[in-house]
C-alpha cells in the first residue's frame, strides 16, 4: 500500500510564509510526479504546482514568484514553500503523486493523494 502524508498547513497572516510537506511511503519503486492541489471554498480543486522526476516543474499563473514545488529523492518528499500568501490562497491543498509500485507481483503505476492540509490566510 501507498500513501501520501501530508503536514504544514495552518492559520498565517496576509504576506507570511508557510511550507507544505507530503511523504510518499509503503511500496514506493519511484516517485515519478508530484503536485500540489488546491480547492478554495465553493471552487473547484485546481493545479497548483507540479514536478516531473527529472525536475520540471509548472506552477499556475497565480502563484508564480511566491510558491516553489521541490523534493527531496531520498525521503520521497515534496515540498509546496508559499511565500506572500494573500488571503485568496485560502483553501484546503492536496498533494498528488503517480508512483511506480510493486503489485501482484507487477510493476504499477499508481495515482495516490494524500488527505486535505487546511491553509488559512487572514488577519
Known amino acids: 500500500q501507498v500513501q501520501l502524508e501530508g503536514s504544514g498547513g495552518g492559520l498565517v497572516q496576509p504576506g507570511g510564509s508557510l511550507r507544505l510537506s507530503c511523504a510518499a511511503s509503503?511500496?514506493?519503486?519511484?516517485?515519478?510526479?508530484m503536485a500540489w492541489y488546491r480547492q478554495a471554498p465553493g471552487k473547484q480543486r485546481d493545479l497548483v504546482a507540479d514536478?516531473?522526476?527529472?525536475?520540471?516543474?509548472n506552477y499556475a499563473d497565480s502563484v508564480k514568484g511566491r510558491f516553489t514545488i521541490s523534493r527531496d529523492n531520498a525521503k520521497n518528499t515534496v515540498y509546496l514553500q508559499m511565500n506572500s500568501l494573500k488571503p485568496e490562497d485560502t483553501a484546503v491543498y492536496y498533494c498528488?503523486?503517480?508512483?511506480?509500485?510493486?503489485?501482484?507481483?507487477?510493476?504499477?503505476?499508481?495515482?495516490?493523494w494524500g488527505q486535505g492540509i487546511l491553509v488559512t490566510v487572514s488577519s
Open positions: 498528488n503523486a503517480h508512483v511506480l509500485s510493486r503489485v501482484d507481483q507487477r510493476y504499477k503505476y499508481l495515482e495516490v
Open positions: 509503503g511500496d514506493v519503486f519511484s516517485l515519478d510526479y
Open positions: 514536478m516531473h522526476s527529472g525536475g520540471i516543474t
